[in-house]
């Protein structure tokens, strides 16, 4: 968005209306070549306009630089992104562009917890537009995946600075709080694909919230509905539900300040409202659809225990993030913050919590201050969890909240707030041209750090023979992590007291770069745990997926069991067998369907059925009941079903699978003979099965799993056909792709379109 407006002025530039003096530098001759003049005064026109351009973006272009310097590691391809961004988000989007290049919906996702529906996941990206994209350029690689992750990045720096200066504060400082935010706790330790589209769209859609409270237009209208889409389709459904929250009482707030001051445009503030909500819901259909109809099979769509939502809480020992975020980024000292231990820092800076803490001492009638204080307090109480009853009321009387687990993650939500405070704060400090406050709490906080280093090394058993920086960064414990950047801490609060009382700069640069230079050292030194895997490299990591990935075959699937856990590769601690072409019995998610939840409760009844292969025919079928599973090539149907097909199986020979091909939301197997067909793959309302071309009712099997009855013989082959069908989904898809170009292209329109004057 910011960028726009610079490649506006080129093209106005390019399509001005030519003046005299233009006619008169082109007469006597059409060939620009022979006229140097001319030449001469496009080329300082171009150069002027460029000069303009980077002068009025300079906080932008260098907030970008700094993105992609601190994070260099990404950004450059040069070490990986692990956790929960290999395990779960990278084989999603691998499978969803192979489907989606093959000229096929995402409907169905083979290989995860034995088939699973990922249209259904919001956090799959089946439907996210980025992820569309992509499929443009071939397969979806392991640069692919740092591309899109550091494009969002991108996005929460420029779209925080963004919400910052509709907020009122200056560029400068609104520029600092976007460095603050993209180097943050929330960022620096939590490498979730769709956490990371959360944290990119949800100050973008702020900014563009309070914009429209001001003035009213079709681009801002467009502009947050299509934000609003790309939130919901990429997003963790938990932000967007927060969001959701805010921006009602947002505008009910609005809405009602309006009418109290009977401004003209109050009405048409809520209709444009009600505008944005319904080309969200047009845009983002498909999911909403994909959802709605799964809601009965898929455990993850329905309320969670109060225990399992209090999961990830920030424990009151986290919050020492906020002065030492190196202290709670570790799983070994897991147990002594009694939090996640990568969702567990809420570093803002040292310089911003200077601020907030000063802020009320220097801002004591702004009402800003006051809203965001309360903002930031009411969330930081809910991240606490079940400690606290301020979490009890959101989960039991607020819908939505009993959703989730992770209350650490509202961190997006506070830390922005926090970052406000800290920024309407500097304003008012460089306006009075005031920094006395700001060095008295940097020498107070330098001692406070020097005191902790020294208590903690005395009341510390405190031991660094680790072997290694790295080492030394990943495995201390608590003690060691606190005593090392208290001192740290210590030494860059002195410098910049010194800097800022003696250096001849100006105070605005050395806190600008004292901040940077304080959030990049933070961030990489919990990065380096919990972020990227510094024992292999991009390359490394896209050879190996794409000189060992092929697709599924029966021969790899012999025992579905197996299955699991395959770490012959590094960084893969969950499994390279999806990109083997192998079925899994565990996924890379807890995305997984009821009636399979069930089963694998039960390992004596999961351990047989899932011993056999994907694919198997057999003659031998037996009533359900957990009693009687206990062997392999048996295929297990309910009671009703049993009666009909078993006198069809009597005295039957065997029957062989001769050939198995998987494609994308389709299976077709080759079959000689006749027999109960077996496919380990989770029963689901949208499959369907073919044999020789006529529909056969689909049997549920081994509890959970599809079964046919193919009635052949053993000199025929049979061609048996499963295929998974949404057509309702398909018909909310066509409706969400024409909205979503619709909207984007009238976004366009009035980006680039001027009305002439009357």
Known sequence: MAFYSGFLIILSAHHRPRSSTDRMSDSGSDDMGSNPVGVTFLQITMLNIAKDFVYRKRFEILLIIIILTGYYQI?????????????????????????????????????????????????????????WLFSLFGRYSYFSFHIEFTVHILIA??????????LNISKFTSFLLAVAYVFSGVFSDNVLTSWVISYAWIPVIMALTVRLSKTLSLRDITALSLSLSMLILGGYPAFTIVLAYVIIIFTAYTFYKKTKLRTSDRWPYLATQFAVVFLTLLMTSVLLLSVYISTDYIGRTQPVPVSFANQGILSAKSFISLLLPYSVSGIDINSTIISYFTMANSYIGLIPLFLVVLSPFLLKKNFNLKLFFAISAILILYSMGTNLVVFKIFYNYLPGFDLFRFPNFIRVFFIPSLLIIAGITLDEIIKAKNYKPLIIISFVFTIIFVLIAVITFIISDISFNTGGLYNLLKNVGFSQRVFIQSILQSILLFIFILGIKYLKFSKKTIIAVFLTADMIFSFQ??????????????????KAIKNHSHKITLENNKAIWENNNDTKYYLFDFGF???????????NGSFKTNLFDSLIRDSLVSK???????VYITNKIKPL???????????????????????KLQNRKPAEIENVVFEPNKVT?????????????????????????????????NLSFMGVFVPGNKNTESRVVFVYERNDVKAAFYISVISFISVFLIFLWTMFYKRKPA
């Open 625 to 647: 009941t957990p009693a009687a599973v206990t062997d392999t090539n048996v295929v297990y149907l309910n009671k009703d079903v049993y009666k009909k097909f078993s006198y």
């Open 157 to 166: 720096g420029l779209g925080m600075m963004w919400f910052a200066k509709e």
């Open 669 to 701: 197997i080759s079959v000689k003979g006749s027999g109960m067909l077996a496919f380990l793959q989770n029963y689901y309302p949208g499959w369907k099965v073919f044999v020789n071309g006529e529909k056969q009712d689909l049997l549920k099997a």
């Open 525 to 542: 030194m919990n990065y380096v745990y919990t972020g990227y895997a510094v024992r292999t490299s991009v390359t490394d990591t896209d």
């Open 75 to 131: 950004s450059f391809f040069i070490h990986p992104l692990k956790f929960g961004a290999v395990f779960f988000h990278y084989p999603w989007r691998y499978d969803i562009v192979e489907n989606i290049r093959h000229g096929a919906l995402p409907l169905w996702y083979f290989q995860q917890h034995v088939g699973v529906p990922v249209y259904a996941d919001p956090q799959s990206g089946a439907w996210y537009p980025f992820v």
């Open 577 to 587: 067998d999806p990109y083997e072409g192998k079925i899994r019995v565990y996924g």
């Open 608 to 614: 047989p059925i899932l011993s056999n292969p994907v």
